[in-house]
């Protein structure tokens, strides 16, 4: 069982950066493909970026592509989210997620923290 713990959103200005953390609890984090999703309100939760197990592979949204960096650090139980050029669109909150499944199957998420709100101001 992951217990997990999203930090660091906030209200900023489109352009800044942000770096959102997750951590996670339970002796078995480097077992799971860790993702961030997002939801904005009035919309259903879109995924935003995922990465394997051993940090080896990420996978994005077309949205966030090349603005956002995925990482972990499995000696911190840790997942981060490296949001830079914010844009008012990613104004949501954000929720980070694992699964012991592929981090390509975004139906298989099923541990979930509680999310941290980020909110960018135009």
């Known amino acids: 069982q992951v217990q997990l713990v999203e930090s660091g959103g906030g209200l900023v200005q489109a352009g800044d950066s942000l770096r959102l953390s997750c951590a996670a609890s339970?002796?078995?984090?480097?077992?799971?493909?860790m993702g961030w999703f997002r939801q904005a309100p009035g919309k259903e939760r879109e995924f935003v970026a995922a990465?394997?197990?051993?940090?080896?592979?990420?996978y994005y949204a077309d949205s966030v592509k090349g603005r956002f960096t995925i990482s972990r650090d499995n000696a911190k139980n840790t997942v981060y989210l490296q949001m830079n050029s914010l844009k008012p669109e990613d104004t949501a909150v954000y929720y980070c997620?694992?699964?012991?499944?592929?981090?390509?199957?975004?139906?298989?998420?099923?541990?979930w923290g509680q999310g941290t709100q980020v909110t960018v101001s135009s």
């Open positions: 339970g002796p078995t984090f480097s077992n799971y493909a």
């Open positions: 990465i394997s197990w051993s940090g080896g592979s990420t």
């Open positions: 997620a694992g699964t012991g499944s592929s981090m390509y199957n975004l139906r298989a998420y099923d541990y």
